[in-house]
Protein backbone atom coordinates (compact mmCIF):
# COMPACT_ATOMS: atom_id res chain seq x y z
CA UNK A 1 0.00 0.00 0.00
CA UNK A 2 1.26 3.33 -1.04
CA UNK A 3 2.33 5.76 1.94
CA UNK A 4 2.62 9.82 1.72
CA UNK A 5 6.05 9.19 1.31
CA UNK A 6 6.10 7.57 -1.96
CA UNK A 7 4.46 10.95 -3.98
CA UNK A 8 6.17 14.31 -3.94
CA UNK A 9 3.65 16.19 -5.99
CA UNK A 10 1.47 18.66 -4.53
CA UNK A 11 -1.74 17.24 -6.04
CA UNK A 12 -1.14 13.88 -4.74
CA UNK A 13 -0.53 15.66 -1.33
CA UNK A 14 -3.87 17.09 -1.60
CA UNK A 15 -5.45 14.11 -2.68
CA UNK A 16 -3.60 11.39 -0.09
CA UNK A 17 -3.38 13.51 3.03
CA UNK A 18 -5.00 12.19 6.04
CA UNK A 19 -4.55 11.80 9.30
CA UNK A 20 -4.81 8.27 9.35
CA UNK A 21 -1.90 8.31 6.33
CA UNK A 22 0.52 10.17 8.97
CA UNK A 23 0.45 7.84 11.32
CA UNK A 24 0.85 4.80 8.63
CA UNK A 25 4.71 6.33 8.52
CA UNK A 26 5.24 5.15 12.10
CA UNK A 27 5.28 1.81 14.58
CA UNK A 28 3.54 3.16 16.98
CA UNK A 29 -0.41 4.59 17.55
CA UNK A 30 -2.02 6.41 20.26
CA UNK A 31 -1.92 4.28 22.73
CA UNK A 32 1.97 3.55 22.76
CA UNK A 33 4.43 6.12 20.77
CA UNK A 34 8.07 6.87 21.67
CA UNK A 35 9.73 9.45 19.54
CA UNK A 36 13.06 7.95 20.61
CA UNK A 37 12.03 4.26 19.30
CA UNK A 38 10.42 5.93 16.00
CA UNK A 39 12.99 8.15 15.04
CA UNK A 40 16.40 5.66 16.00
CA UNK A 41 15.55 1.79 17.07
CA UNK A 42 13.56 0.96 14.04
CA UNK A 43 16.32 2.12 12.20
CA UNK A 44 19.19 0.21 13.47
CA UNK A 45 18.63 -3.06 12.33
CA UNK A 46 21.40 -2.17 9.57
CA UNK A 47 25.25 -1.55 12.18
CA UNK A 48 26.29 0.56 9.08
CA UNK A 49 23.02 2.84 8.45
CA UNK A 50 24.40 6.68 9.09
CA UNK A 51 21.84 8.66 10.89
CA UNK A 52 24.25 11.56 11.81
CA UNK A 53 26.96 13.03 9.75
CA UNK A 54 28.63 16.06 11.64
CA UNK A 55 30.46 18.97 10.43
CA UNK A 56 32.69 20.46 13.01
CA UNK A 57 33.62 24.06 13.01
CA UNK A 58 37.26 22.65 13.20
CA UNK A 59 37.32 21.21 9.95
CA UNK A 60 36.30 17.47 11.56
CA UNK A 61 34.03 15.05 10.01
CA UNK A 62 31.93 12.57 12.09
CA UNK A 63 29.52 10.24 11.28
CA UNK A 64 27.02 8.26 13.60
CA UNK A 65 25.02 5.68 13.30
CA UNK A 66 20.89 4.19 13.80
CA UNK A 67 22.80 1.19 15.78
CA UNK A 68 25.59 3.40 17.68
CA UNK A 69 23.15 6.19 18.89
CA UNK A 70 20.12 3.48 19.49
CA UNK A 71 22.27 1.16 21.92
CA UNK A 72 24.16 4.27 23.88
CA UNK A 73 20.93 5.88 24.55
CA UNK A 74 19.63 2.92 25.65
CA UNK A 75 22.45 2.59 28.16
CA UNK A 76 21.61 6.20 29.06
CA UNK A 77 18.25 5.43 29.61
CA UNK A 78 19.42 2.54 32.27
CA UNK A 79 21.58 4.75 34.05
CA UNK A 80 18.93 7.40 34.32
CA UNK A 81 16.95 4.96 35.72
CA UNK A 82 19.69 3.82 38.54
CA UNK A 83 20.17 7.31 39.26
CA UNK A 84 16.43 7.90 40.63
CA UNK A 85 15.16 9.98 37.08
CA UNK A 86 11.39 8.74 37.09
CA UNK A 87 8.85 9.39 34.49
CA UNK A 88 7.69 13.59 34.13
CA UNK A 89 11.35 14.35 35.47
CA UNK A 90 13.55 16.85 33.24
CA UNK A 91 16.80 16.18 32.06
CA UNK A 92 18.57 19.04 30.68
CA UNK A 93 21.12 18.98 28.25
CA UNK A 94 23.66 21.78 26.83
CA UNK A 95 25.96 20.22 24.43
CA UNK A 96 26.55 20.76 20.84
CA UNK A 97 25.57 18.01 17.94
CA UNK A 98 27.93 14.89 19.32
CA UNK A 99 27.12 11.77 20.10
CA UNK A 100 26.47 12.77 24.10
CA UNK A 101 24.05 15.08 22.67
CA UNK A 102 22.17 12.20 20.60
CA UNK A 103 22.40 9.73 23.43
CA UNK A 104 20.68 12.28 25.93
CA UNK A 105 18.38 13.70 23.79
CA UNK A 106 16.94 9.98 23.22
CA UNK A 107 17.98 8.19 25.97
CA UNK A 108 15.87 10.39 27.87
CA UNK A 109 13.13 9.94 26.27
CA UNK A 110 13.21 6.07 26.47
CA UNK A 111 13.21 6.22 30.12
CA UNK A 112 9.90 8.17 30.52
CA UNK A 113 11.91 11.61 31.42
CA UNK A 114 11.58 15.06 29.50
CA UNK A 115 14.49 16.15 27.43
CA UNK A 116 15.18 20.07 27.65
CA UNK A 117 18.02 20.94 25.23
CA UNK A 118 19.69 24.05 25.44
CA UNK A 119 21.80 26.27 23.34
CA UNK A 120 25.62 26.24 23.77
CA UNK A 121 26.04 30.01 23.67
CA UNK A 122 24.11 30.70 26.93
CA UNK A 123 26.38 32.39 29.96
CA UNK A 124 25.45 31.52 33.49
CA UNK A 125 22.49 33.99 33.44
CA UNK A 126 20.81 32.94 30.59
CA UNK A 127 21.39 29.14 32.00
CA UNK A 128 20.21 29.85 34.97
CA UNK A 129 16.79 31.56 33.97
CA UNK A 130 15.95 28.47 31.97
CA UNK A 131 17.09 25.96 35.01
CA UNK A 132 15.07 27.53 37.52
CA UNK A 133 11.78 27.61 34.47
CA UNK A 134 12.30 24.10 33.96
CA UNK A 135 13.79 22.44 37.31
CA UNK A 136 15.60 19.85 35.46
CA UNK A 137 16.89 16.91 38.12
CA UNK A 138 20.30 16.40 36.10
CA UNK A 139 22.21 18.91 33.35
CA UNK A 140 24.19 17.11 31.24
CA UNK A 141 27.26 19.25 29.81
CA UNK A 142 29.97 19.01 27.63
CA UNK A 143 33.48 19.54 29.56
CA UNK A 144 34.34 22.75 28.55
CA UNK A 145 30.90 24.05 29.69
CA UNK A 146 31.68 23.69 33.34
CA UNK A 147 32.69 27.62 34.20
CA UNK A 148 28.93 28.30 32.77
CA UNK A 149 27.06 26.23 35.52
CA UNK A 150 29.92 26.81 38.39
CA UNK A 151 27.20 28.76 40.72
CA UNK A 152 23.95 26.61 39.31
CA UNK A 153 22.06 25.63 42.71
CA UNK A 154 19.22 23.07 42.70
CA UNK A 155 20.53 20.70 40.05
CA UNK A 156 22.77 17.72 39.60
CA UNK A 157 25.42 18.93 36.84
CA UNK A 158 27.04 15.80 34.96
CA UNK A 159 30.30 16.16 32.25
CA UNK A 160 29.71 14.60 29.26
CA UNK A 161 32.96 12.96 29.40
CA UNK A 162 35.18 9.57 28.88
CA UNK A 163 33.97 8.57 32.83
CA UNK A 164 30.11 8.85 32.22
CA UNK A 165 30.65 6.96 28.61
CA UNK A 166 32.43 4.47 30.77
CA UNK A 167 29.85 4.26 33.72
CA UNK A 168 27.06 4.17 30.95
CA UNK A 169 29.14 0.87 29.14
CA UNK A 170 27.78 -1.02 32.40
CA UNK A 171 24.49 -1.04 31.67
CA UNK A 172 22.51 -3.38 28.80
CA UNK A 173 22.32 -2.01 24.93
CA UNK A 174 18.37 -2.03 24.61
CA UNK A 175 16.11 -0.46 26.54
CA UNK A 176 11.43 -1.09 26.53
CA UNK A 177 9.89 1.97 26.02
CA UNK A 178 7.13 2.58 27.56
CA UNK A 179 6.03 6.07 26.58
CA UNK A 180 1.90 6.83 25.10
CA UNK A 181 1.50 9.12 22.97
CA UNK A 182 0.35 12.18 24.97
CA UNK A 183 2.90 11.74 27.34
CA UNK A 184 5.36 14.87 27.18
CA UNK A 185 8.72 14.07 25.07
CA UNK A 186 10.55 17.37 25.19
CA UNK A 187 10.45 21.12 26.49
CA UNK A 188 11.30 22.92 23.93
CA UNK A 189 12.56 27.07 24.55
CA UNK A 190 12.37 29.61 21.36
CA UNK A 191 14.81 31.89 20.66
CA UNK A 192 13.90 34.71 22.85
CA UNK A 193 16.25 37.14 24.85
CA UNK A 194 16.51 36.13 28.86
CA UNK A 195 15.42 39.75 29.43
CA UNK A 196 11.79 38.17 28.68
CA UNK A 197 12.25 34.78 28.91
CA UNK A 198 9.27 32.83 27.20
CA UNK A 199 8.05 29.55 28.88
CA UNK A 200 8.79 26.11 27.61
CA UNK A 201 6.74 24.70 24.87
CA UNK A 202 6.00 21.06 26.01
CA UNK A 203 5.77 18.86 23.44
CA UNK A 204 4.05 15.31 23.49
CA UNK A 205 5.89 12.17 21.63
CA UNK A 206 2.26 12.62 19.43
CA UNK A 207 4.06 15.78 18.22
CA UNK A 208 6.09 13.58 15.90
CA UNK A 209 2.89 12.64 13.78
CA UNK A 210 2.00 16.40 13.63
CA UNK A 211 5.77 17.15 12.73
CA UNK A 212 5.21 14.94 9.24
CA UNK A 213 3.10 16.98 7.71
CA UNK A 214 6.02 20.13 7.67
CA UNK A 215 8.87 18.08 6.79
CA UNK A 216 7.36 16.06 3.88
CA UNK A 217 5.67 19.29 2.28
CA UNK A 218 7.75 22.11 3.99
CA UNK A 219 11.41 20.19 3.46
CA UNK A 220 10.49 18.33 0.86
CA UNK A 221 12.29 15.18 2.75
CA UNK A 222 12.04 11.36 1.70
CA UNK A 223 13.80 8.47 2.09
CA UNK A 224 17.03 8.12 0.10
CA UNK A 225 17.03 12.10 0.71
CA UNK A 226 20.81 12.90 2.33
CA UNK A 227 19.66 16.11 4.43
CA UNK A 228 21.62 18.98 6.28
CA UNK A 229 20.26 21.69 9.10
CA UNK A 230 23.19 24.03 9.95
CA UNK A 231 20.81 25.00 12.67
CA UNK A 232 21.03 24.06 16.41
CA UNK A 233 19.33 21.57 17.95
CA UNK A 234 18.91 23.83 20.78
CA UNK A 235 16.01 25.58 18.79
CA UNK A 236 12.99 24.26 16.84
CA UNK A 237 14.13 24.42 13.44
CA UNK A 238 17.47 22.26 14.28
CA UNK A 239 15.45 20.08 16.80
CA UNK A 240 12.52 19.10 14.79
CA UNK A 241 13.12 19.31 11.22
CA UNK A 242 16.69 18.98 11.06
CA UNK A 243 17.15 16.29 13.74
CA UNK A 244 13.89 14.33 14.51
CA UNK A 245 11.63 14.50 10.83
CA UNK A 246 14.73 13.02 9.07
CA UNK A 247 15.69 10.57 11.62
CA UNK A 248 11.68 9.51 11.86
CA UNK A 249 11.85 8.29 8.30
CA UNK A 250 15.31 6.25 7.84
CA UNK A 251 17.29 9.53 6.71
CA UNK A 252 20.53 10.58 7.23
CA UNK A 253 20.95 14.13 8.37
CA UNK A 254 23.25 16.38 9.10
CA UNK A 255 24.74 18.66 11.54
CA UNK A 256 26.73 21.60 12.00
CA UNK A 257 29.26 21.72 15.48
CA UNK A 258 30.71 24.88 16.85
CA UNK A 259 30.77 28.65 15.63
CA UNK A 260 29.47 29.22 12.68
CA UNK A 261 31.84 29.44 9.20
CA UNK A 262 29.64 29.66 5.98
CA UNK A 263 32.70 28.52 4.14
CA UNK A 264 32.71 25.70 6.21
CA UNK A 265 29.04 24.95 5.59
CA UNK A 266 29.51 25.42 1.32
CA UNK A 267 32.79 22.63 1.70
CA UNK A 268 30.57 20.39 3.89
CA UNK A 269 27.41 20.49 1.63
CA UNK A 270 29.51 18.99 -1.56
CA UNK A 271 31.87 16.48 1.02
CA UNK A 272 28.44 15.20 2.43
CA UNK A 273 26.98 15.18 -1.73
CA UNK A 274 23.54 16.70 0.38
CA UNK A 275 20.91 16.81 -1.52
CA UNK A 276 18.54 18.57 0.47
CA UNK A 277 19.22 21.41 3.20
CA UNK A 278 17.09 22.94 5.52
CA UNK A 279 18.42 26.71 7.05
CA UNK A 280 17.84 29.42 8.52
CA UNK A 281 17.58 32.63 5.83
CA UNK A 282 21.04 34.43 7.69
CA UNK A 283 22.28 31.04 6.63
CA UNK A 284 21.66 31.60 3.14
CA UNK A 285 22.63 35.45 3.05
CA UNK A 286 26.30 34.67 5.04
CA UNK A 287 26.96 32.13 2.06
CA UNK A 288 26.35 34.63 -0.45
CA UNK A 289 28.59 37.05 1.55
CA UNK A 290 31.52 34.67 2.03
CA UNK A 291 32.54 34.21 -1.53
CA UNK A 292 33.28 30.79 -1.35
CA UNK A 293 30.19 29.63 -2.86
CA UNK A 294 32.21 28.71 -6.32
CA UNK A 295 35.05 26.66 -4.84
CA UNK A 296 32.64 23.09 -4.44
CA UNK A 297 30.13 21.52 -6.61
CA UNK A 298 27.07 20.52 -5.26
CA UNK A 299 24.44 17.78 -5.25
CA UNK A 300 21.52 20.11 -4.24
CA UNK A 301 17.80 19.02 -5.42
CA UNK A 302 15.67 20.57 -2.20
CA UNK A 303 16.21 23.81 -0.30
CA UNK A 304 13.86 25.83 2.05
CA UNK A 305 14.42 28.04 5.06
CA UNK A 306 12.82 29.41 7.79
CA UNK A 307 13.21 32.34 10.47
CA UNK A 308 12.50 35.67 8.13
CA UNK A 309 12.29 36.15 4.80
CA UNK A 310 15.06 36.30 2.10
CA UNK A 311 15.99 39.35 0.12
CA UNK A 312 15.61 38.70 -3.62
CA UNK A 313 19.88 39.04 -4.33
CA UNK A 314 20.17 36.02 -2.08
CA UNK A 315 17.23 34.14 -3.11
CA UNK A 316 18.96 34.82 -6.96
CA UNK A 317 22.76 33.75 -5.20
CA UNK A 318 20.63 30.73 -3.80
CA UNK A 319 19.15 29.83 -7.33
CA UNK A 320 22.41 30.70 -9.55
CA UNK A 321 24.41 28.20 -7.33
CA UNK A 322 22.75 25.51 -6.52
CA UNK A 323 20.53 25.39 -8.99
CA UNK A 324 16.86 25.22 -7.22
CA UNK A 325 14.87 27.65 -5.69
CA UNK A 326 14.84 28.56 -1.92
CA UNK A 327 11.20 27.74 -0.33
CA UNK A 328 10.64 29.41 2.57
CA UNK A 329 8.67 27.38 5.44
CA UNK A 330 6.67 29.74 7.64
CA UNK A 331 5.33 28.88 11.20
CA UNK A 332 6.35 28.93 15.05
CA UNK A 333 7.08 26.69 17.52
CA UNK A 334 3.66 27.21 19.35
CA UNK A 335 1.68 26.68 15.92
CA UNK A 336 3.86 24.48 13.83
CA UNK A 337 4.47 24.75 10.25
CA UNK A 338 1.77 26.16 8.36
CA UNK A 339 2.74 27.82 4.72
CA UNK A 340 4.91 25.99 2.48
CA UNK A 341 6.30 25.38 -0.85
CA UNK A 342 6.41 21.88 -1.34
CA UNK A 343 9.70 21.49 -2.76
CA UNK A 344 10.87 18.99 -5.00
CA UNK A 345 7.07 18.92 -6.15
CA UNK A 346 6.93 19.57 -10.23
CA UNK A 347 3.45 20.67 -10.17
CA UNK A 348 4.15 23.66 -7.64
CA UNK A 349 5.45 26.81 -9.02
CA UNK A 350 7.80 28.71 -6.45
CA UNK A 351 7.09 32.17 -6.39
CA UNK A 352 9.66 34.23 -5.10
CA UNK A 353 9.61 35.79 -1.68
CA UNK A 354 6.27 33.84 -1.16
CA UNK A 355 5.67 31.99 1.40
CA UNK A 356 3.89 29.40 -0.20
CA UNK A 357 0.45 27.89 0.65
CA UNK A 358 -0.66 25.66 3.81
CA UNK A 359 -0.04 22.05 3.77
CA UNK A 360 -2.90 19.52 3.67
CA UNK A 361 -5.25 19.87 6.56
CA UNK A 362 -4.17 23.08 7.37
CA UNK A 363 -6.25 26.89 6.96
CA UNK A 364 -4.48 30.09 7.15
CA UNK A 365 -6.60 33.45 6.22
CA UNK A 366 -5.52 37.14 6.12
CA UNK A 367 -8.15 39.41 8.23
CA UNK A 368 -8.44 42.73 8.26
CA UNK A 369 -8.67 44.80 11.45
CA UNK A 370 -12.61 43.61 11.63
CA UNK A 371 -11.51 40.16 11.26
CA UNK A 372 -12.71 39.61 7.62
CA UNK A 373 -11.00 38.13 4.54
CA UNK A 374 -8.35 40.86 3.16
CA UNK A 375 -8.66 40.99 -0.40
CA UNK A 376 -5.80 40.03 -2.87
CA UNK A 377 -2.21 42.16 -2.05
CA UNK A 378 -4.27 44.35 1.17
CA UNK A 379 -1.90 43.60 4.35
CA UNK A 380 -3.67 42.35 6.98
CA UNK A 381 -3.42 39.58 10.17
CA UNK A 382 -1.81 36.73 9.22
CA UNK A 383 -4.20 33.69 10.95
CA UNK A 384 -4.94 29.99 11.33
CA UNK A 385 -7.63 27.91 11.81
CA UNK A 386 -7.23 26.07 15.19
CA UNK A 387 -9.92 24.44 17.12
CA UNK A 388 -13.44 26.24 15.56
CA UNK A 389 -11.64 29.58 15.56
CA UNK A 390 -9.21 31.33 14.32
CA UNK A 391 -5.33 32.10 15.82
CA UNK A 392 -3.86 35.04 15.45
CA UNK A 393 0.20 34.60 14.25
CA UNK A 394 1.07 38.26 15.15
CA UNK A 395 2.37 38.01 12.17
CA UNK A 396 0.97 40.81 8.82
CA UNK A 397 0.98 39.30 5.55
CA UNK A 398 -1.32 39.52 2.45
CA UNK A 399 -2.23 36.94 -0.18
CA UNK A 400 -1.78 37.16 -4.05
CA UNK A 401 -4.21 36.68 -6.64
CA UNK A 402 -3.25 32.71 -7.41
CA UNK A 403 -3.91 32.43 -3.34
CA UNK A 404 -0.04 32.49 -2.61
CA UNK A 405 1.32 34.12 0.71
CA UNK A 406 3.88 37.03 1.70
CA UNK A 407 5.00 37.92 4.87
CA UNK A 408 4.70 42.08 5.69
CA UNK A 409 6.74 41.59 9.19
CA UNK A 410 5.78 41.51 12.64
CA UNK A 411 2.77 43.03 14.08
CA UNK A 412 5.30 44.84 15.67
CA UNK A 413 7.43 45.93 12.64
CA UNK A 414 4.57 48.69 10.88
CA UNK A 415 5.67 51.77 10.86
CA UNK A 416 3.53 54.56 10.52
CA UNK A 417 4.81 57.97 9.58
CA UNK A 418 2.44 61.14 8.33
CA UNK A 419 -0.41 58.60 7.94
CA UNK A 420 2.10 56.52 5.94
CA UNK A 421 2.02 52.68 6.32
CA UNK A 422 5.43 50.98 5.76
CA UNK A 423 6.52 47.57 6.27
CA UNK A 424 9.98 47.35 8.03
CA UNK A 425 11.17 44.37 6.16
CA UNK A 426 10.34 45.93 2.52
CA UNK A 427 12.83 48.35 3.22
CA UNK A 428 15.71 46.28 4.26
CA UNK A 429 15.15 44.37 1.46
CA UNK A 430 15.53 47.35 -0.59
CA UNK A 431 18.69 47.98 1.14
CA UNK A 432 20.14 44.84 1.34
CA UNK A 433 19.97 45.12 -3.03
CA UNK A 434 22.77 47.84 -2.63
CA UNK A 435 26.18 46.49 -3.44
CA UNK A 436 27.52 47.92 -0.21
CA UNK A 437 25.24 46.92 2.17
CA UNK A 438 25.75 43.75 3.78
CA UNK A 439 23.58 44.02 7.02
CA UNK A 440 20.04 46.13 7.43
CA UNK A 441 17.22 46.36 9.92
CA UNK A 442 14.43 48.80 9.87
CA UNK A 443 12.63 50.17 13.27
CA UNK A 444 10.40 53.32 13.78
CA UNK A 445 11.34 55.82 15.78
CA UNK A 446 8.87 58.85 17.65
CA UNK A 447 9.31 61.84 15.77
CA UNK A 448 7.50 65.68 16.79
CA UNK A 449 5.76 65.99 13.53
CA UNK A 450 5.15 62.75 11.90
CA UNK A 451 4.72 60.74 14.61
CA UNK A 452 7.64 58.31 13.82
CA UNK A 453 10.14 58.15 10.95
CA UNK A 454 12.00 55.01 9.66
CA UNK A 455 15.23 54.60 10.90
CA UNK A 456 18.00 52.04 9.59
CA UNK A 457 20.70 50.45 10.67
CA UNK A 458 23.30 49.70 8.18
CA UNK A 459 26.60 47.21 8.23
CA UNK A 460 28.28 48.48 5.25
CA UNK A 461 31.52 48.46 3.90
CA UNK A 462 30.82 51.71 2.32
CA UNK A 463 32.29 55.38 3.85
CA UNK A 464 30.55 56.09 7.36
CA UNK A 465 29.46 59.22 5.78
CA UNK A 466 26.61 61.99 5.88
CA UNK A 467 27.22 61.40 1.53
CA UNK A 468 26.65 57.35 1.43
CA UNK A 469 23.22 57.79 3.62
CA UNK A 470 22.09 60.06 1.31
CA UNK A 471 22.44 57.95 -1.61
CA UNK A 472 21.48 55.37 0.25
CA UNK A 473 17.92 56.95 0.91
CA UNK A 474 18.29 58.25 -2.78
CA UNK A 475 18.23 54.41 -3.63
CA UNK A 476 15.52 53.70 -1.43
CA UNK A 477 13.37 56.40 -2.61
CA UNK A 478 13.87 55.24 -6.05
CA UNK A 479 12.87 51.59 -5.50
CA UNK A 480 10.10 51.94 -3.44
CA UNK A 481 8.26 55.47 -3.27
CA UNK A 482 8.91 58.95 -2.42
CA UNK A 483 7.83 58.91 1.38
CA UNK A 484 8.89 55.02 1.86
CA UNK A 485 13.07 55.69 2.95
CA UNK A 486 14.94 56.02 6.20
CA UNK A 487 15.20 59.28 7.30
CA UNK A 488 17.66 58.30 9.52
CA UNK A 489 20.86 55.84 8.76
CA UNK A 490 23.41 54.80 11.23
CA UNK A 491 25.93 52.72 10.34
CA UNK A 492 26.94 49.94 13.09
CA UNK A 493 29.79 46.78 13.26
CA UNK A 494 26.98 44.52 13.69
CA UNK A 495 23.14 43.79 14.14
CA UNK A 496 22.31 42.26 17.41
CA UNK A 497 20.50 38.77 16.78
CA UNK A 498 18.41 36.28 18.43
CA UNK A 499 20.12 33.03 19.39
CA UNK A 500 18.72 31.64 16.34
CA UNK A 501 20.13 34.34 13.94
CA UNK A 502 17.43 36.25 13.55
CA UNK A 503 17.79 40.17 13.37
CA UNK A 504 16.16 41.26 16.68
CA UNK A 505 15.06 44.86 16.16
CA UNK A 506 13.42 44.81 19.45
CA UNK A 507 16.78 45.39 20.89
CA UNK A 508 17.22 48.10 18.62
CA UNK A 509 13.85 49.38 19.75
CA UNK A 510 15.28 49.14 23.50
CA UNK A 511 18.46 50.89 22.60
CA UNK A 512 16.69 53.71 20.90
CA UNK A 513 14.26 54.23 23.96
CA UNK A 514 16.80 54.04 26.41
CA UNK A 515 19.11 56.69 24.13
CA UNK A 516 15.67 59.74 24.29
CA UNK A 517 15.80 62.04 26.74
CA UNK A 518 12.97 61.33 29.48
CA UNK A 519 9.87 63.36 29.16
CA UNK A 520 8.58 65.09 32.09
Known amino acids: MAKLTDFTRRADALDHYSRDALWDLFDGDERRLNMAHECVDRHAGDPQRVAIRIAAADGRH ?51 AIGVPLFTLFGPEGLRLRIDDCRPVLLILAPDKAEVA ?81 SSPAWGHGLWHGTLAPLALGVSTGAYAGKFDPARLLQALSAFEITN ?143 WTMSAVEIEHVLLMHPSVSEAAVIGVPDPVRGQVVKAFVVSDGARSDQHAKDLQAFTRRQLSQHEFPRIVEFVDDLPKTPAGKVNRRILRDREALARPLEI
Not at 71 to 92: I, M, N, P, T
Not at 349 to 377: I, M, T
Open 150 to 230: ADLQGVRVVTADADLFAALGEYPDAFACRSAGDDIAVFQYTSGTTRDLPAAVRHSHRALVTLMAAALYGTGIRPGDRFFCP
Open 62 to 112: ESLTFAEISAWSSRFAHWLAAQGVEAGDRVAFMLEPSLAYYVALFGAMKAG
Open 277 to 419: MSAAATHYRMMRLCGAAGDHRYSIQKLSYTGEPIDPATLGFVQDTFGTPACSMYGTTEIGVVLVNYPGAGDFEVKPGSLGKPPPGVQVAVQDAAGEPAPPHQVGELKVWRRGAWLPTKDLGYVDEDGYFYHAGRADDVIISAG
